[in-house]
């Protein structure tokens, strides 16, 4: 039996309970631009066409819960996935790369995706976890993969009072910073929706960076490594992707996935 995991829906759903409560609450996701592999091989479209499933499923949610609210406001207010990549000037030797795949295509035109392999989340700067675990059935099962994961927390001297300016936030701050390539006052209050607004700027400006075919200049270069994932959401949380063609850049390959017609889910979920 395939085993239903919760995290995904319980980010959205305590998403809509803050929308209730008329309170901001907001989730960054950063998550691979898209799995390991060849993103064309059918079992690598299948899983992004269930990992497009449970996006729309988190945006419909919320895009439900403004409607009930009857508040004027888009899902992206608060909720956003992003990707992380590079673009950098090729060697002319990269030229010599004519065989027609995606690899080389990437490496032709100096695009580099950087693959998101790291399981961790930090949670209002109080408590973070990092461990092995992926949102899926091998990790969640319990019956297959082993996993191990350590969360951490920091309490004021002789009380039990958290922190919400120590080391954990300090870790949030050190992604930021590596991934922006800036660190913004507005950043210090990363709920806010003046915080989302300037994170979707700056990211939806580096992905167009990295998807543009013109020379690359220091003005020209992305600003950073983290991309705005190319889906597009509407005001009722329906996805659809965000390049012209609907395909990842140097690829013939689906953003959205593809249902395959011969792989068991099993596999793939």
Known sequence: AVVSTQSTGEISLQICEMIEKGRRFTAYILVPLFPEGDPSAPHIQEILF??????????????????????DAHPCDYLNFFCLGKREAPPDAMQM???????????????????VHSKAMVVDDIYAIVGSANINQ??????????????????QP?????????????????????????????????????????????????????ISNRPLT????????????????????ELSAATPDGYFPDTTAPILGTKSSYLPSRLTV
């Open 50 to 71: 269930w990992q497009t499933k449970t996006m729309a499923m988190m945006y419909r949610k919320i895009a439900k819960a403004i409607r009930r609210a009857n508040i």
């Open 97 to 115: 790369l004519t065989a027609d795949t995606s690899a080389n295509k990437m490496a032709r035109n100096g695009r580099g995706m950087i693959y």
């Open 138 to 155: 091998r990790s969640m099962d319990g019956r297959r993969d082993t996993e191990i994961a350590m969360g951490c927390w920091e309490v």
């Open 158 to 210: 002789n009380t039990e009072n958290l922190v919400t300016d120590g080391h954990v936030q300090g870790l949030r701050k050190a992604l930021w910073v590596e991934h922006f390539g800036v660190y913004e006052d507005i950043f210090e209050k990363p709920t806010s929706i003046e915080c989302v607004r300037r994170v979707q700027e700056l990211a939806s400006k580096n992905w167009e960076a990295y």
């Open 218 to 237: 220091e003005d020209s270069a992305p600003k950073g490594h983290i991309l705005s994932y190319p889906i597009k959401v509407s005001r009722h949380g």
